[in-house]
T-cell receptor, first 113, second 111 residues
Framework: GAGVSQSPSNKVTEKGKDVELRCDPISGHTALYWYRQSLGQGLEFLIYFQGNSAPDKSGLPSDRFSAERTGGSVSTLTIQRTQQEDSAVYLC???????????FGDGTRLSIL | SQQGEEDPQALSIQEGENATMNCSYKTSINNLQWYRQNSGRGLVHLILIRSNEREKHSGRLRVTLDTSKKSSSLLITASRAADTASYFCATDVGGNNRLAFGKGNQVVVIP
């Protein structure tokens, strides 16, 4: 597609449920990033995929968070046993790699009740 | 640790005026980037300035970088109502393109 696509755009779920957030990067982009944006913490890096290399998971806040990127394209961010503090906007970005601007999707707004 | 940090001020200006916002960071960088975010949308890349560059222009935008002071500024000239948005600086520290963002500056341009 023309840009980074994220789905769903909004997700409301109950505390304790698992959620999956999807990101379709720009075709041909080798690098994919997940960030979280919340009022209290600003924009936080979560995880980074580059080609076939092992992902940089250093920003994941807990072991309830995981992400995968299948076939070097689509990525899924999974949050297990959601907590209220997980409520935030989850943004995905992609680019051609190091030193290049990142292209962002519009994010998934996650609300945990 | 937080790298890019904008001056925590909200700007409210009249259309046609210039808007300037600043960003400081703590450690050496490979590049510094500015992004814009409209309400409810993702971030849009504006300008990337590398550590060996001092100034860069793109249309009505001018970015400066002072590595000795570890600071950058974004100037929007002849502002328009459509420039109303939040502006973030971000630094690429480790060369892996993992960005550290500042908290953002909210700019309101009054028609």
């Amino acid at each position: 597609g023309a840009g980074v696509s994220q789905s769903p755009s909004n997700k409301v779920t109950e505390k304790g449920k698992d959620v999956e957030l999807r990101c379709d990067p720009i075709s041909g982009h080798t690098a994919l990033y997940w960030y979280r944006q919340s009022l209290g913490q600003g924009l936080e890096f979560l995880i980074y995929f580059q080609g076939n290399s092992a992902p940089d998971k250093s920003g994941l806040p807990s072991d309830r968070f995981s992400a995968e990127r299948t076939g070097g394209s689509v990525s899924t961010l999974t949050i297990q046993r959601t907590q209220q503090e997980d409520s935030a906007v989850y943004l995905c970005a992609s680019n051609h790699g190091v030193g290049q601007p990142q292209h962002f999707g519009d994010g998934t707004r996650l609300s945990i009740l | 640790s937080q790298q890019g940090e904008e001056d925590p001020q909200a700007l409210s200006i009249q259309e046609g005026e210039n808007a300037t916002m600043n960003c400081s960071y703590k450690t050496s960088i490979n590049n510094l980037q500015w992004y814009r975010q409209n309400s409810g949308r993702g971030l849009v890349h504006l300008i990337l300035i590398r550590s060996n560059e001092r100034e860069k222009h793109s249309g009505r935008l001018r970015v400066t970088l002072d590595t000795s002071k570890k600071s950058s500024s974004l100037l929007i000239t002849a502002s328009r109502a459509a420039d109303t948005a939040s502006y973030f600086c971000a630094t690429d520290v480790g060369g892996n393109n993992r960005l550290a963002f500042g908290k953002g500056n909210q700019v309101v341009v009054i028609p």
